[in-house]
DNA sequence: CCTGGGCACTCCCGGGAGGATAGCGCCGAG
DNA sequence: CTCGGCGCTATCCTCCCGGGAGTGCCCAGG
């Protein structure tokens, strides 16, 4: 966008104090707000000639002949794109969080839980946090306990420490050191592929020449297709839904309810934060350009993890008036300190 | 409660039909729909005497001068203790039920996750679903499997199948057959006692003279401890939290706010849920009577779970006028269900 | 004594009028 | 280029008024 380009200096710093004033209070802005708050020394009057040709550019609108101005979504890009300057989080809030995140305790999912509910509390928005997808993790050992007979359960380790388990049954006469020996071959066979790679292979061999396979074989694959046959749905944790109502000018239920049954609808959901995974950076996503459902929402998310392994997203979603100088920060923060934490543990 | 002895025939066919015109209508009712609706054939003015009776009993009010009536607490209360007939849920549903819980999985969880679901899309009010408690529950076996060096898994198998799984960190060279022999420590020391007599006797036999435990035991009883130290969060699903939208007659945004803020801070909801197991059938708990922070809301609720052991809730939450004709056998139902999956499964 | 028609009364609700307010556009002087 | 001033416009709030729904009470009739 070489917008950057065509405004003039005062035409940004206009459009910085609109901004920022709607971010504040949530109301359009009129011509003598704007000469009050700015930097400019300059009468309302002629603030008003810059602010019709913001909005002749598109910046901005007037929800009525004689209202005050409202930013548009290209306003808010603009505005994020180039205006706002990376500031980094209160030293009061790192310490929170990492203080937090500290005792979260030693499972991967307590402490994405835990991270949900900081984000949403420190920024009283709606947060998220989607765990990295296990599909193309490497393998590194499985383990069958058996629980009673007819059920066990497999734990599996994948590189870099992240762990599923899950119950499965088995045939009721399997003795705890049958399932030692299965997983013992199942390690010897698989360490070092993927999950799908392993999932692939096995249905492969279990449906190729059935006889060529000695017993040990055949049962060994049995387990492990039973313990990977789906891929163990991602968990997706949503944190300050309350926060949604608190927020003046939802002035259309409708829209709020849009939100709510998105926040519900989980596929959906777990979509959009993983189309954000791409850019490797912190983005913003204002709705009125991607989530079409969404017109005046806009979420804030960055991948978390290792760049060289699977990758989760943390994300905050809000009005499309939030607090970007102060989430933008916060999210990036949390997702340093939680890939930080991940390094460190697994 | 005796007023039934109090209400005459009469009486009773008025408050019934002004009860289900209410729940159907959400609007106060006039004398002249009762007249309509009712089996009675009374002109309005008559049953206009027969409300004014009910109101002075406290069964009815009225929300100004000349509007209809609306039904009390005490109203809903009389109803459903004895105006509502015990019915069955519709075949219709039962084999949904039926279905979905057959094939919900073999975790726990997963099976009361989707319990919470089908109750929240079944009744269109907001579901909860509490795990039973295993603080009571007798321990039946576990099992260490090392993840990596200095971290391991315990599998805790509970008396009735429960499970639980947790991580702690383990000396960095403990082997895995170090891991075996503390479990068999565990297991022969602990089998049959509850959690809450093992997590006593291991702090007692820790903290007391140390010099006289060999250096075994007091592993083992580190490994034990770190693995119960806290009793683990039970699990608490709660599902159609958008449904509370949908209702015609949230007038009040506050009580929405009110309500969603209870759904959000578990701990309270834990409580209030957990105290309705007590009566062990199935209980229509009204707000005005019993929930003194949710006015105009009920929770019907019934436990679920083998009488002699740990117990979990099922509830539906909705306003005082639900249609508790559907809602009653809907949350029977399914705990009859669950009671019965469980003891089938575990 | 119960029933039910009639009537006056009360209260809510929706629509319209009018004043106050906030903000814009434009013009014209400095 | 700046900015004071004026006229214009749209919203919001308040008040008011009439229609509608439903009650309470009275009284006649079975």
Redesign the pocket.
Known sequence: MDARMKLAP?ELEVLRTIVEDYIAHA????????SKRSGL?????????T??DL?DMGFLE????????EPTAKAFRFYLDHVLRPTVLSEQDQQLITRYLGNAGLELTDILRQCSRLLSSLSNQVSMVLAPPTDDVRWRNIDFVAVRPGLAMAILVLEGGMMQNRLITVDENLSQDDLVTFSNYLNHHFTGLTLTEVRLRVLRELSGAKERLDELTRRALRLARDAFETSRERDLFVDGTLNLLSQPGFSDISIMREMLALLEERTRLLHILDSTIEGGRIKVCLGREELDDLKDYSLVSTPFGCEDSARGVVGVMGPLRMDYAKVVPLVDFTARMLTELLKKRF
């Open positions: 005062r109301a359009p802005v009129g011509s003598r707000t704007v020394t300059l009468s309302p009057a002629s603030i008003r000639n602010m019709a909005t007037q929800p009525h002949t004689s209202a005050g101005r």
